[in-house]
């Protein structure tokens, strides 16, 4: 169920707006606001969202594309946003075909103008063959689709300029209530009066009415008086009307509000909000210190800088649990990448933003394997925008790929736990085919392509990528490159039923990555040396090599590596030992890929924890684990029965639970797995009490009642991106909430919030 949208400042008008939309909604599967930049469509989307989501028992996804400059990558960023991990081989459309044909929700495609035929392209796709879904887009053009209804987003209510001024009459229109909202934002003092309803009534009517323009104008109060704001108002504006102009007027008047805000800024200020236009979505003070510091601006001066652009509201601030970060408005920034295009610095400032983003890259591989996963993980999510541009740069920027290609290879686990898969092949196609063969990069890149095509059950591509890494790797004479290949057909052989895995190349490739001092090729080889031994018969052996790693991992305070250590000696206990033990290293992994948010590999253990209770002879509740596996396969797009090695038994496994309950039994129990929400069946797996979320009030629960709802959906493994879609707020809501949890219950990570939730369920369950 979709809940309240929390708005970051007060909403003004659009009830007519609101009601007309939702009449077309009731009648229409695809409506498109269309209108200028800055005359509120985004915000007008949300409120629709809210109001119709009790429509939509399947949920309401935001999809903001302001970010996305890529159109390859459009399906694949939908696809996230309705919480589907990138596991399949098959193209993002139809993945998203077959979630969406008989699921009920509402898709808000937001800001299309520029991806406007690809958006097409993917709703005519989309629309007429999933009955049940409703697409609300935003766009400064139509799409031109078949069946688009539009709603033009016009200005707010505005006074006629030389009308009648009195207060009671100026309050019934929406442009003058947001004026004077916004007015008192920054002069708290300000109030509209008899005197001064003529020059507002003036301000509101030459600003036409848009959003936009009135908030950038509603800031000058900090340092001008009323009747001097309109005064200038009136200069700049009437300078406009002599000539012919080639955009229409609001647009114009729009472009000359925020020529107002750039010429009261300093040249430094000027320069910095040029630059800081390459960034993609939010940015931190250190980037934008990075990057737009130099040739003129002393970068000691940048934080004064960029709070100065921030009073004068052309750099928006959002809140993380490190700091603050900041972000333009899309408008703005097509503002100030003209200017950056005029003073001729496009590529000087793309490199220094590349260059920026690399290193971060080279600092999340660094500091991968220790205790701040998840914190790398989320970081490197928030950063993925200016990423993709980073990895574009280097695309069309002659001798540039092997940098980009440095850059993915980094990123090889962030691509797998937040389910990109797709989106890593396509980068690390485009830069291999521009990078020269003799380099390590080329090597590692086409063991990624394997790992990536293999875990998608692409294994055709996955064999092939991994031919040309042997090639390349004997060119290069590189043991490390040549031992991260040995691995990729290590588990190539797993995927394609061979009896063995190859045990003496993991053996050899481990050696070599512990020689050099890469402990990230010691996790990857080392629990699947540990199968190996075992499927070879050797499981002492097997044992002893995947503890090890898991202890090795427990050490350092890392998870990726260790949870799969956990669950490959789960995998171990569970064919060839003790059952107990398998159920403990299953719980521990599942909890483990929980608190990373690697929805991709959840199923695993849970396919694992199924086979554990077949042998326990608990078959009721093996077919509802089988069942919520089979659920979790399907959302990242997999199967359990790609894994050659291991199908046989896992059939057994499930034929068991079969013919010990009986067809009809199975079938209840299985179905009941499959149909059961996220979050209870999280809870079923971890063996807690499946009742619903946290009630309306409890005395001694110190969280507001949407922090109640977001640390129980935090407890249920959702990401900040998907709680925002669930939720239909902005990413940067969540994350502020998110802090504010952490903040009042005293924990450090997401992890201690879900112990919190399950501990409190429990004591409730008591009672």
């Given at each position: 169920?979709?809940?309240?949208?929390?708005?970051?400042?007060?909403?003004?008008?659009?009830?007519?707006?609101?009601?007309?939309?939702?009449?077309?909604?009731?009648?229409?599967?695809?409506?498109?606001?269309?209108?200028?930049?800055?005359?509120?469509?985004?915000?007008?989307?949300?409120?629709?969202?809210?109001?119709?989501?009790?429509?939509?028992?399947?949920?309401?996804?935001?999809?903001?594309?302001?970010?996305?400059?890529?159109?390859?990558l459009l399906a694949i960023t939908v696809a996230h946003q309705l919480g589907l991990s990138d596991q399949s081989e098959r193209p993002a459309v139809d993945v998203l075909l077959d979630y969406l044909r008989a699921r009920r929700c509402l898709v808000v495609l937001d800001n299309c103008e520029h991806l406007v035929d690809v958006c097409a392209r993917l709703v005519d796709t989309l629309v007429p063959a999933c009955p049940h879904l409703t697409v609300l887009a935003t766009s400064r053009q139509s799409l031109g689709v078949p069946g688009e209804q539009l709603l033009a987003v016009r200005p707010l209510s505005m006074p006629e300029e030389d009308g009648q001024t009195s207060v009671?009459?100026?309050?019934?229109?929406?442009?003058?209530?947001?004026?004077?909202?916004?007015?008192?934002?920054?002069?708290?003092?300000?109030?509209?009066?008899?005197?001064?309803?003529?020059?507002?009534?003036?301000?509101?009517?030459?600003?036409?009415?848009?959003?936009?323009?009135?908030?950038?104008?509603?800031?000058?109060?900090?340092?001008?008086?009323?009747?001097?704001?309109?005064?200038?108002?009136?200069?700049?504006?009437?300078?406009?009307?002599?000539?012919?102009?080639?955009?229409?007027?609001?647009?114009?008047?729009?472009?000359a509000m925020i020529d107002w805000s750039y010429e009261l800024c300093s040249a430094q200020e000027r320069a910095v909000l040029a630059r800081a236009s390459v960034f993609s979505g939010a940015f931190s003070l250190e980037a934008v210190t990075e990057v737009c510091g130099g040739a003129g601006v002393d970068p000691v001066d940048v934080l004064d800088i960029v709070h100065a652009l921030v009073d004068k509201s052309l750099l928006l601030t959002e809140e993380h649990a490190e700091a603050i970060e900041y972000r333009m408005l899309e408008t703005v920034r097509e503002y100030g990448h003209d200017q950056l295009v005029h003073a001729g610095d496009v590529e000087r400032v793309r490199r220094l933003h590349r260059d920026w983003f690399a290193d971060l890259t080279a600092r999340y591989e660094s500091g991968w394997m220790g205790g701040d996963q998840v914190a790398w993980v989320e970081r490197i999510q928030r950063d993925h925008p200016n990423i993709r541009v980073a990895l574009g740069f280097c695309?069309?920027?002659?001798?540039?790929?092997?940098?980009?290609?440095?850059?993915?290879?980094?990123?090889?686990?962030?691509?797998?736990?937040?389910?990109f898969l797709s989106e890593a092949r396509i980068w690390l196609g485009r830069l291999g085919a521009l990078a020269p063969s003799g380099s390590p990069e080329r090597v590692l890149a086409q063991r990624l392509i394997a790992w990536c095509a293999l875990l998608q059950g692409d294994i055709d591509s996955g064999v092939a990528a991994l031919e040309v890494g042997r090639e390349l790797a004997e060119q290069i004479s590189d043991p490390v490159s040549t031992a991260y290949?040995?691995?990729?057909?290590?588990?190539?052989?797993?995927?394609?039923?061979?009896?063995?895995?190859?045990?003496e190349q993991l053996a050899r490739a481990f050696a070599v990555f512990r020689a050099h001092r890469v402990p990230h090729g010691e996790g990857y080889a080392g629990f699947l040396h540990g199968l190996a031994a075992a499927v070879d018969g050797d499981v002492d052996e097997g044992r002893r090599l995947v503890r090890e790693r898991v202890e090795a991992g427990e050490a350092a305070g890392e998870i990726f590596?260790?949870?799969?250590?956990?669950?490959?000696?789960?995998?171990?206990?569970?064919?060839?030992?003790?059952?107990?033990?398998?159920?403990?290293?299953?719980?521990?992994?599942?909890g483990l890929h929980q608190e990373l948010g690697n929805r991709a590999a959840e199923p695993f253990a849970v396919h694992l924890l199924g086979g554990v209770e077949v042998r326990l002879g608990h078959l009721e509740r093996s077919a509802t684990l089988f069942g919520i596996a089979a659920e979790?396969?399907?959302?990242?797009?997999?199967?359990?029965?790609?894994?050659?090695?291991?199908?046989?038994?896992?059939?057994?496994?499930?034929?068991?639970?079969?013919?010990?309950?009986?067809?009809?039994?199975?079938?209840?129990?299985?179905?009941?797995?499959?149909?059961?929400?996220?979050?209870?069946?999280?809870?079923?797996?971890?063996?807690?009490p499946s009742g619903g979320a946290a009630p309306e009030q409890e005395?001694?629960?110190?969280?507001?009642?949407?922090?109640?709802?977001?640390a129980d959906l935090l407890a249920a493994g959702l990401t900040n991106r998907e709680i925002a879609a669930r939720l239909v707020i902005t990413r940067r809501t969540v994350e502020t909430h998110v802090d504010h949890i952490l903040t009042k219950l005293g924990f450090h990570n997401r992890a201690q919030v879900a112990v919190w939730i399950a501990t409190r369920r429990r004591q409730a369950e008591g009672n």
């Open positions: 169920m979709v809940e309240p949208l929390t708005e970051v400042t007060s909403y003004v008008g659009r009830e007519g707006e609101l009601a007309e939309a939702k009449r077309l909604l009731a009648a229409n599967r695809l409506v498109t606001l269309t209108g200028v930049g800055g005359v509120g469509k985004t915000r007008l989307a949300l409120r629709i969202a809210d109001a119709l989501r009790g429509d939509f028992p399947d949920g309401v996804a935001l999809v903001e594309l302001a970010e996305l400059r890529d159109p390859e009671a009459d100026l309050l019934r229109y929406e442009s003058v209530r947001l004026f004077v909202d916004r007015a008192r934002a920054v002069a708290p003092s300000f109030q509209l009066t008899e005197e001064n309803s003529e020059d507002v009534a003036r301000l509101c009517a030459r600003l036409e009415g848009l959003p936009l323009a009135i908030e950038l104008t509603a800031v000058r109060l900090r340092a001008l008086g009323l009747r001097q704001i309109v005064e200038r108002l009136t200069n700049r504006l009437d300078m406009l009307t002599g000539g012919n102009r080639l955009a229409p007027q609001r647009q114009q008047t729009l472009r695309a069309t920027e002659p001798g540039e790929a092997v940098a980009g290609l440095r850059m993915a290879n980094q990123l090889d686990v962030y691509w797998t736990v937040r389910g290949v040995d691995v990729g057909w290590a588990l190539a052989n797993l995927f394609t039923h061979r009896e063995t895995l190859g045990r590596w260790r949870s799969w250590g956990l669950w490959a000696l789960g995998m171990i206990e569970l064919f060839y030992g003790d059952p107990m033990a398998a159920r403990e290293a299953g719980l521990a992994a599942f979790l396969w399907r959302s990242v797009g997999a199967s359990p029965w790609r894994f050659g090695v291991f199908t046989e038994k896992f059939a057994e496994f499930g034929a068991r639970s079969y013919e010990g309950l009986g067809e009809q039994e199975y079938k209840k129990n299985y179905r009941l797995g499959i149909e059961m929400p996220r979050d209870q069946a999280v809870r079923y797996v971890l063996g807690e005395p001694d629960n110190p969280l507001s009642r949407r922090e109640s709802e977001i």
